[in-house]
């Protein structure tokens, strides 16, 4: 007879305006592109989080030198002619590129590896498999919608109604693309998902959905299921993750064929979904406004309530990312300490 799952896994990430705020440490352009400041940066940043946080588990007092890549969300948009703007207190954005019909209906898959800023992925690549030995990291491939918003911008939502061929061309290249970079960074590094959520295996490629709740049901069902199905059987395991909440779309979610892991956000109904999904991993995202705003009492209620309606304890994980300047410490110890208290109640009571 196999023990009772004692533990849920909870982490907590930070925006990058708390680290610039806080410590004068930039996720600029100079962080995507130079390999060793990035790894400095991310070493400073575990010795941080060990500093301020290390009673609670996070962080490294002497972290290992982690050669990986990173280069936001921006790659695939960048590719298909967005302009990219970076910051130092935000995450890089794309701007839409807002292509006109005719560009879009002329979209071809790009060779990925032969295209910028790939190009330079690439190099980092070899740089840091020839200094350590190998190369860790992943690239965010963006979502089918994602980034068929960036490439056309506002438009797209008016083409569901009045140009479906055109959405369909265009989700299908976004598609191909995708196939092709998730392929070649997995053959890589081994993993895919890392960029995207630290709660999923690493080797699950992570669906980045961001925007599906911006639509009904019915139009994710008609365009943007098939390309999601057709990822799902190309990129196993997989996940997808959906940081608003989900529950207009949770009947299409569970249409997906080898979905394992569905990471969700506030306000999900997590009792509804477990229903419709009764297999598969559940990660529960507490708002960050809530940890930034509320108190640590309202916060240790909040993973209550996702315990309570998110089990069972072996298909769900629970964390709050994107924390903002000013998010209270004694939050992300509630947090942590709440999933830590009932973790050790179950376990007292199954001894």
Request: include cysteine; charge should be negative; hydrophobic fraction near 35%.
């Amino acid at each position: 007879m196999s023990k009772p799952v004692t533990k849920i896994t909870a982490k907590v990430g930070f925006y990058p305006n708390w680290w610039h705020k806080n410590y004068g440490i930039s996720l600029d352009r100079k962080y995507y592109m130079d390999p060793d400041h990035r790894l400095e940066v991310f070493r400073e940043q575990q010795k941080i989080l060990h500093q301020r946080f290390g009673d609670i588990g996070m962080g490294n007092p002497d972290p290992p030198v982690e050669p990986f890549v990173d280069y936001g969300m921006v790659l695939l948009p960048e590719v298909f002619g967005c302009e990219i703007t970076f910051f130092e207190d935000a995450i890089p954005w794309a701007n839409p590129a807002n292509l006109s019909d005719e560009q879009i209906m002329s979209l071809k898959v790009p060779d990925i590896t032969n295209s910028y800023p790939m190009t330079e992925i690439i190099r980092q690549m070899d740089y840091l498999e020839g200094k350590y030995g190998r190369v860790t990291g992943d690239i965010n491939t963006t979502g089918v919608l994602n980034l068929g918003l960036k490439v056309r911008g506002d438009q797209l939502y008016l083409d569901f109604y009045e140009n479906p061929e055109l959405v369909h061309h265009l989700f299908n290249t976004c598609t191909e693309t995708i196939i092709q970079l998730a392929n070649y960074v997995k053959a890589r590094t081994g993993t895919l998902g890392k960029s995207v959520t630290p709660m999923a295996r690493p080797e699950t490629y992570v669906l980045p959905n961001c925007t599906v709740v911006h639509v009904s049901n019915d139009l994710y069902e008609e365009f943007v299921l098939p390309y999601d199905q057709k990822l799902a059987k190309q990129l196993q395991p997989f996940g997808i993750h959906h940081c608003g909440k989900g529950d207009q779309v949770l009947e299409g979610y569970s249409k997906i064929s080898g979905l394992s892991f569905l990471e969700v956000g506030p306000k999900t109904d997590l009792a509804r979904l477990r229903r419709l999904m009764p297999d598969v991993h559940i990660n529960a995202r507490i708002d960050p406004v809530r940890m930034l705003q509320c108190s640590a009492g309202e916060i240790a209620q909040d993973v209550r309530d996702l315990i309570d309606t998110g089990g069972p304890l072996d298909k769900l994980s629970i964390d709050a990312v994107g924390c903002d300047y000013g998010t209270p410490d004694e939050n992300v110890r509630a947090m942590h300490n709440t999933v830590l208290e009932h973790c050790q109640k179950i376990a007292a009571i199954t001894a």
